[in-house]
């Protein structure tokens, strides 16, 4: 069965300092993998997304993720943070045929960023 | 593009009553997930349609849990009667054909049950 981890609960850095979020997926093939953001008391919306090519894909909010198969990893990444980055970030994954009958979009459990002024 | 509508955004209920949480999908979206958020269990999928009709309720948790899509401008989850252990962040997303497209989730539903 698919699954998602994320390792980290929770993640406190400075302002201005690189940020790395890890992700590991379990899934027999290729999948779909996905950054999501979600604001306190609000949904979730997307970072960025990976279906094939380039493995280092570039999202919104200056942030980039980048799919290693060998390590079954997708860890999301920005190079100086700002206070607004603050928020939970979820990794998810889903299959192909995902909107059929087979699949859904499962979800990490989240990891909280707190950002340090 | 007013995005996804929920409704309400917090609604506090006695135990053994029926709670009806309300979604609007952006239109033109062909897919509707219901999904529920706790502490202990994540994110999970409850339900999702497409073009109105539900294609898995696996997660649906039990019998007491409904949900509908009458048209494609609308949905309800129902939950009777409700339990405390209910009590959770109830969201809907709406989206084009997954997974080229994102899903666009509303603000959700708080949901707690006394």
């Known amino acids: 069965a698919q699954s998602v981890t994320q390792p980290d609960i929770h993640i406190t850095v400075s302002e201005g300092a690189s940020l790395e979020l890890r992700c590991n997926y379990s899934y027999g093939a290729t999948p779909y993998l996905f950054w999501y953001v979600q604001s306190p008391g609000q949904g979730l919306q997307l970072l960025l997304k990976y279906f094939s090519g380039d493995t280092l894909v570039q999202g919104i909010k200056g942030f980039e993720a980048e799919f290693k198969r060998s390590q079954s990893s997708f860890n999301l990444r920005k190079p100086s943070v700002h206070w607004s980055d603050a928020a939970e970030y979820f990794c998810a994954v889903g299959e192909k045929g995902y909107g059929g009958s087979q699949g859904n979009l499962i979800f990490g459990k989240g990891t909280k960023l707190s950002v340090k002024p | 593009d007013a995005g996804v509508i929920q409704s309400p955004r917090h609604e506090v209920t006695e135990m053994g009553q029926e709670v009806t949480l309300r979604c609007k999908p952006i239109s033109g979206h062909d897919y509707l997930f219901w999904y529920r958020q706790t502490m202990m269990r994540g994110l999970e999928l409850l339900i999702y349609f497409n073009n109105n009709v539900p294609i898995d309720d696996s997660g649906m948790p039990e019998d007491r849990f409904s949900a509908k899509m009458p048209n494609a401008s609308f949905s309800t989850l129902k939950i009777q009667p409700s339990e405390p252990r209910d009590s959770a962040v109830y969201f809907c997303?709406?989206?084009?054909?997954?997974?080229?497209?994102?899903?666009?989730f509303g603000n959700g539903t708080r949901l707690t049950v006394t």
């Open positions: 997303a709406s989206s084009f054909r997954p997974p080229g497209s994102p899903l666009h």
